[in-house]
């Protein structure tokens, strides 16, 4: 897939370079606004989105789209959410201040005091959304893979430059984003986005069950507090048949998260039965590649439960 996640200075309009690198490759351009209403659409026009939950927001968002489209993410912040995609190009614009006035004046027709007062004004909230959803008031060179001077580079030329940036490193030519990368990424988004209070509306079934086992308790505990519906042992998949065609193995994944589309297995017993139990997802996945599924080792689950809040120690099977 192709991530091009568009950033930078107030003033040094990177807003236009986005939408031009866009229109460019042919990429689906996605804004603040574009995010915040797609949040509207899945949590709840109502729903206020934490700051502290800005951040898991627009990556479950940026990952569902991921999975039809390249993406051009612009958004002070967007190299953020970039890091959770395999093929990213992290670009951010810079001017001098007298070149961002200058754009100021021209964009909202304003004197060089009041664009000069705007641009402080935009400098000083840029830096406070930073801190609030990211903890950090500033980006810096480093975490970009491209650095663009708007003093130096009209618009245009940049959205060229990203344009080449993206042909030269293959990106878009190995595909979108999987189902399966997207549902396992969906699923961590969704633990850290029910933290903060937002869970889809009308979309969970709470039930009880009797499980093989504590963990397998302690993992739909843990679903159920984040209101992600499941459901147990839901389906068979026969892995090994006789001459004649008869099922002589199956393998049954612990979860099923229908939302996610996306089957879950708890291994946490004992290693020496660890690699049946691997040769059984193996074939799973060979068999039937369409399906998703997520195995969660002993230390993996402990890690998961302790991560998400959930107190105690996960038994060991």
């Known amino acids: 897939m192709a991530l091009i996640a568009v950033s930078g200075h107030p003033g040094c309009r990177f807003e236009e370079v986005a939408r031009l690198a866009a229109r460019r490759m042919g990429f689906e ?3 603040q606004a574009r995010v915040r209403e797609l949040a509207g659409e ?7 989105v ?15 789209l991921a999975t039809e489209h390249h993406l051009v993410f612009c958004a002070d912040g967007g190299e953020v959410q970039a890091r959770h995609f395999p093929g990213t190009l992290r670009v951010h614009v810079v001017a001098p201040e007298n070149v961002r006035i200058g ?3 021209l964009d909202h027709r304003l004197d060089r005091p009041a664009a000069r007062r705007l641009l402080l004004d935009l400098e000083s909230a840029s830096r406070a959304e930073r801190k609030a959803r990211y903890g950090t008031t500033r980006a810096t060179a480093e975490i970009f893979d491209m650095v663009m001077n708007a003093e130096a580079l009209s618009s245009e030329q940049m959205a060229a430059l990203i344009a080449r940036a993206v042909e030269e490193t293959g990106m878009a030519e190995r595909g979108y984003l999987s189902a399966a990368a997207e549902a396992q990424l969906q699923f961590q988004m969704r633990l ?4 903060h209070g937002m869970v889809p509306p009308d979309k969970i079934t709470l039930r009880k069950k009797m499980f093989a086992n504590q963990s397998e308790e302690i993992f739909a505990n843990l679903l159920d507090f984040y209101r992600i519906a499941w459901e147990y042992e839901p389906r068979s998949f026969p892995v090994q048949r006789d001459p004649n065609g008869n099922v002589t193995e199956a393998f049954t994944p612990d979860f099923y998260l229908p939302e996610l589309d996306l089957y879950v297995e708890l291994t946490t017993m004992k290693q020496s039965l660890v690699t049946r139990k691997n040769r059984k997802v193996r074939l799973l996945r060979e068999l039937y590649p369409q399906l998703h599924i997520q195995v969660y ?7 998961l439960v302790f991560k998400y809040g959930l107190a105690g120690q996960p038994a060991k099977v």
Do not use: C, H, W
């Open 103 to 105: 754009n100021l004046m």
């Open 50 to 64: 934490p700051d502290k939950a800005y951040a898991s927001m627009a990556t479950s968002i940026l990952a569902r």
């Open 29 to 31: 351009l996605l804004t």
């Open 42 to 48: 899945e949590f709840g026009k109502e729903v206020p």
């Open 297 to 303: 080792y002993q230390k993996d689950f402990e890690n």
């Open 192 to 195: 850290k986005l029910a933290r």
